[in-house]
């Protein structure tokens, strides 16, 4: 399909001279824009098709150079990028160097902030609004694009109740988060949206077919009419009491309605609530029907309106990534101990989750997109005898850092963190690197925190965990579990697995670098190199008698590490050697340095910041050359 209207189109302001007609057929071409992207490489799919209609509306109404639009989570966010003059590089989304998945201020003036994180778009909408106010701006409207499976986050509420002025909260309602949502919020929204919304929708198309000829006008005011009555019936109290004026629900794929809706809120300078109804994946009917798998499906080709899936690659089928052995552990642990219960924040499938939710229905619990709760809730269930098992990503469990803190470590309760896509997530960039886990964990006391290096590690980490008696975590990266040819030592409190000794120097391997940093050795043995690998296991505690010895005999140490080197593991080492009053100048740190590391597939990026074993086998190469010019001096 070719695209006359978007291959054209210079600005979004454009829109507010098109008819709703050529909108709509605007919409068409969004939608084959993606389609034809997912025959290429994963990307978020159903949640873009499900805000089209929604996103042409609001700039067509909008001049969003002058008026204020944040879009929450932002994996939404490409139909708006396909209007803000990113059209002809689209099909670079996700990739190296590419135009980033998120919202990106660096790429375009209507993106402005990077959100990658749900539930503060209506927060940083009042803060713009209130800058604006302070700067004699007060007549440009902040938008705050939000889903209903972000809103019950509790830093909305806050927001909400701090409202004032000209604010504009559009709530998303397509009746799921990635997952179905969960809750008292959620239940409400249903009955918004279902008590008699069907039964008006039903009406008014009927009378609508009796009219033998209904001009667009007439159309639109039957259709106006119908939501009015359904706002009047339903009300949105709680969006009332909030101090929002609240309308709808209203059907997020008729722009013409939408339209009219959002021309009505711009004339209003006070907070307003619009309230529409999307269909996930809505325009492309495999995606509408199952939006879950559609969420970031798997490369496809479009056939017959059919989504055929690509062929896995038969070397990456064999092997599990860490997301499904950690899934398998739980497993393993709910079947042996009931005691055992698993919590998520609305990302059972991202977490592989599904198995443990069908199997144990009363001891799996997702909360919504509400971590902090999540944390404090596992505290709860183990100060009455349970065993839980948080099971979040690492960038999503820094919302929680406040109730780790205070009702885990504080009370030395033996809560299970399990940190998913911890290091680097690829095409999901900075937002969703989970590289700081290590910083914010290893401050507190009473929580020990380790890296399995492969699936045998996850299994014997996770029942260790399960019967301590204080706090861990278990951080793991997204990607493929290596099988290690090693007969694997029982995991013990703050104990490494010395894997080789070598009389040239030692490599201090965290979690998934093992892998690379044994293929390093092998090189470096080609080269006339000893060079010894330590499975660390823990980063804390660290295993004081082998790192102790490796420091002090080892003519040089390598330590790392997928995460960032401020506050990771090898400033672990470093605070331990000079403790205890260690030379540390022999030893090289790799790690992820103090940037935020953009977006591209995980192997080009651990490339590029040398975690690869090619990086590891040169770090390794320099500081055998820094030890012989030193002897020699």
Not at 191 to 217: C, E, F, H, M, W
Not at 388 to 415: G, K, M, N, W
Request: net charge negative; charged share 20%; aromatic share 8%.
């Amino acid at each position: 399909m070719e695209h006359p209207i978007l291959s054209k189109l210079q600005s979004p302001l454009e829109l507010h001279e098109m008819s709703v007609a050529d909108l709509d057929q605007t919409a068409a071409e969004i939608c084959d824009v993606m389609c034809d992207l997912l025959s290429e490489r994963s990307a978020h799919f159903a949640s873009n098709l499900g805000v089209v209609e929604l996103c042409l509306a609001l700039h067509s109404i909008f001049d969003f150079c002058q008026d204020r639009l944040i879009w929450d989570t932002g994996h939404q966010i490409y139909p708006h990028k396909l209007i803000t003059g990113r059209y002809q590089q689209f099909k670079s989304i996700r990739t190296k160097q590419g135009l980033m998945g998120y919202p990106n201020p660096a790429e375009s003036d209507y993106d402005l902030f990077m959100t990658g994180h749900a539930g503060a778009s209506v927060s940083t909408a009042q803060g713009l609004h209130s800058g604006d106010v302070l700067s004699g701006n007060a007549d440009r409207k902040s938008v705050a694009v939000i889903g209903d499976g972000a809103f019950p986050s509790g830093i909305v509420y806050e927001a909400m109740n701090n409202a004032d002025g000209n604010l504009l909260v559009v709530l998303n309602d397509n009746e799921m988060s990635i997952c179905p949502r969960v809750g008292g919020v959620a239940s409400y929204l249903d009955r918004l949206r279902n008590s008699i919304y069907p039964t008006l929708k039903a009406g008014v198309q009927k009378v609508l077919g009796r009219v033998p000829v209904v001009g667009d006008p007439a159309e639109r005011f039957l259709a106006q009419m119908k939501e009015a009555v359904k706002a009047g019936f339903h009300g949105g109290m709680l969006f009332e009491e909030l101090g929002f004026q609240y309308f709808g629900p209203i059907d997020g794929h008729d722009i013409g309605l939408m339209r009219k809706y959002l021309k009505m809120a711009k004339g209003i300078h006070k907070p307003v609530l619009i309230h529409v109804v999307t269909q996930k994946g809505h325009g492309f009917k495999p995606a509408e029907e199952d939006p879950r798998t559609f969420h970031a499906p798997p490369v496809f080709e479009r056939v017959e309106g059919k989504a055929v899936f690509q062929q896995q690659n038969a070397v990456d089928s064999k092997l599990l990534n860490y997301t499904s052995h950690a899934r398998e552990a739980i497993l393993d642990q709910m079947s042996r101990n009931e005691r055992v219960t698993c919590l998520t924040a609305a990302m059972c499938q991202g977490n592989k989750l599904e198995p443990v939710r069908d199997t144990y229905p009363d001891r799996f619990f997702d909360v919504g997109i509400c971590e902090g709760h999540a944390v404090a809730f596992a505290g709860g269930q183990c100060k009455a005898g349970a065993r839980p098992v948080v099971a979040i990503y690492s960038t999503f469990l820094q919302r929680s850092y406040d109730h780790i803190f205070q009702e885990v470590c504080l009370q030395d309760l033996p809560v299970t963190f399990m940190l998913d896509r911890a290091g680097l997530a690829g095409p999901d960039g900075p937002t969703h690197h989970g590289v700081f886990d290590l910083g914010y964990l290893r401050v507190f006391p009473n929580i020990s925190i380790m890296a399995p290096a492969d699936e045998h590690d996850m299994q014997a980490m996770l029942e260790f965990s399960l019967q301590h008696d204080s706090a861990t975590a278990i951080r793991y990266p997204k990607g493929a579990s290596p099988e290690l040819n090693r007969d694997p030592a029982p995991v013990e409190f703050g104990k490494s697995e010395v894997l080789s000794i070598g009389k040239d120097g030692t490599i201090l391997a965290l979690g998934a670098m093992v892998e690379p940093s044994l293929k390093a050795a092998a090189k470096l043995k080609e080269d006339g190199l000893d060079v010894g690998v330590v499975n660390v296991r823990f980063v804390k505690p660290l295993d004081e008698h082998v790192i102790s010895d490796v420091l002090r005999n080892s003519p040089f140490v390598v330590t790392v590490e997928e995460a960032a080197l401020i506050g990771g593991f090898g400033s672990a080492v470093l605070e331990f050697a000079a403790e205890r009053r260690l030379n540390t100048s022999h030893i090289c740190r790799l790690g992820i340095p103090d940037i935020f590391v953009e977006h591209g597939e995980r192997r080009e990026l651990l490339s590029d910041l040398g975690l690869d074993s090619e990086g590891v086998y040169r770090a390794c190469r320099d500081m055998a050359q820094d030890t012989v010019n030193m002897e020699t001096v």
